[in-house]
């Protein structure tokens, strides 16, 4: 499977625990991206990549929210001290990176947090 | 930053007929336009995309038009299957220069066999 591939695909825990959420982008693709789904709604950004660099961050990004991209390959995302609404579908996509373009995002299945 | 109204909330067409679904945006600097498919409990699936260079394109039974003027733009889907039955998305980006997407609320397709 060539596609976006995100780990675990749910993660159920208890309000103030922390958790870390993997995403495998396409080989290909250097800029990758992270959003959040709740029921009924569109999925919101949380931040962007463009190989290990993070260039955009959403106010939807509280400082109990980091994410890592170390080698320009795959990302982590860590929420700390998790919170009731964070409950969620945490969405990881990838695209190419051409020029100063937007080019066709790629979602992976996501990881449904879901908090005690 | 952008904003996306997305509209209807809910569709029911019966198999065989055409769906529109429209979409406004805030920001005339935005210039990419995707529209997502998402099945239950699966993921967004990227089903067609216009850029603001071109007012019309077609894939088989779906097309996208944009108008840059009004800041809208719609998806069609002509000849409609039950497999078209899922919630839509449209999106734009959420500003000048920016790689993040701003999506809308959705739209719920229901096609009647």
């Known amino acids: 499977d060539t596609g976006v591939s995100q780990d675990p695909r749910h993660k159920i825990t208890k309000r103030g625990q922390n958790v870390t959420f993997r995403c495998d982008p396409i080989?290909?693709?250097?800029?990758l991206y992270w959003y959040r789904q709740t029921l009924g709604q569109g999925p919101e950004f949380l931040t962007y990549?463009?190989?290990?660099?993070?260039?955009?961050k959403s106010r939807l990004l509280s400082d109990r929210f980091s994410a890592e991209r170390p080698k320009g390959s795959f990302s982590t995302l860590e929420i700390q001290r998790t919170e009731q609404g964070d409950s969620a579908m945490y969405l990881c996509?990838?695209?190419?990176?051409?020029?100063?373009?937007?080019?066709?995002?790629?979602f992976g299945d996501g990881t449904r947090l879901s908090i005690l | 930053g952008e904003n996306v109204e997305q509209h209807p909330s809910t569709l029911s067409v019966q198999e065989g007929d055409s769906a529109v679904i429209k979409c406004t945006y805030s920001?005339?600097?935005?210039?990419?336009f995707p529209w997502y498919k998402q099945e239950l409990g699966k993921r967004p699936q990227l089903i067609i995309d216009?850029?603001?260079?071109?007012g019309e394109k077609k894939d088989q039974r779906i097309a996208v038009t944009l108008n840059k003027t009004a800041k809208h733009f719609s998806l069609h889907i002509t000849e409609t299957q039950p497999e078209d039955s899922a919630v839509y998305f449209c999106?734009?980006?959420?500003?000048?220069?920016?790689?993040?997407?701003?999506f809308g609320k959705g739209t719920k397709l229901s096609v009647i066999p």
């Open positions: 996509a990838s695209s190419l990176g051409q020029g100063g373009s937007n080019q066709p995002q790629h």
């Open positions: 080989s290909e693709h250097n800029r």
């Open positions: 990549f463009q190989n290990e660099a993070q260039l955009e």
């Open positions: 920001d005339s600097a935005s210039n990419y």
């Open positions: 216009i850029r603001s260079n071109v």
């Open positions: 999106a734009a980006p959420s500003g000048a220069g920016s790689y993040q997407l701003t």
